[in-house]
């Protein structure tokens, strides 16, 4: 981690400044001890100088650049939440879902009221509170640069249905960065995909792919149809009814076809000009992995949602624990 130095002070009304928007001759307090800062700006950019930041004049014991540096982006980043919700400015956050394994993007500040710093929840206390109209906590944020939240606190926001959003700090640089840094957290535990309504957990995103690749019999252009699922190539054999439309609606041929190799009958992609299908055994490697490296011209198309744990289930023919 780079060294943390002190880069943000308190003036005499308690207002926060940053050392590099810092004037000298002005009386500055550290904004974790309140004793006397000292701002050190020389101006110079060479190799061995620090960049602006403030000193105490006498170090009070506990007092840390890391605990500063959690107290300056906490208050200043409330004071840049309540701004933009009194200004009705919404704030997009971007994040990878854990969940669901996509990306999910949203207004933060969609369904909330007010912002409380330090809000005392019993349990918690999380360094940034955001309520709703009715005065309940929808979504609190958590920053880290030593100590993480504890077990019991995870598991209360969980319990309570509270939205995580969690930024983990590693420089008093991430001060000058606050907005973009909100933009994109490292953590936020919801997951905007649908719950299954068999087990309830989180939905994984339907992509299905079409390829324009030539009949691997008669060299003649075909469509065919395909989308991975927990790492198994599916083919129409596993497609929904409407899973079979829309590929159909897209010009792909899905025909019933005998399989001498397997001794059975299945929907399978088929050529419209000599009838030829493609076998479940040839489908990844002629057309599924030649697309996936971009060899083959392919469209992914968002068609719906899955559950991931019931379709394993289904697939491999494991009962539910």
Sequence with gaps: MKEILYTVAKK?????????????????????????????????????????????????????????LHFAFKNLLAEKLQKKLNENIPLEILWDCKECDGEHSGNLLKRIKSIKVEYNLTIAQPDIALLDKDNKVFAVIEIVVTHKPEGKVLQYYKDSNIILI?????????IENLEHIISKPGIVNTCLNPKCSKCGRSQHKTIMTIVDA???KCNSTMKVAFYRLAGVTIDPSGFTPDEIEFARNKGVVIKNKYSKTSKKSYLANTCNNCGTFIGENYLFKQYAAPASFGDLLSTDYEIGYHCEHCKELEMYGQAEK
């Design 12 to 68: 005499d009304n308690g207002e926060l400044v940053t050392a590099s928007n810092a004037d000298k001759g002005t009386d500055f307090f550290c904004p974790v001890c309140n004793s006397n800062l000292l701002l050190r700006k020389s101006g110079n950019t060479g190799k061995n100088s620090k960049r602006p930041h403030f000193a105490h004049k006498t170090l009070t014991p506990n007092c840390t650049p890391e605990t500063a």
């Design 166 to 174: 969690q930024i983990t700090l590693t420089s008093d640089n991430d």
């Design 214 to 216: 030539p009949c691997w």
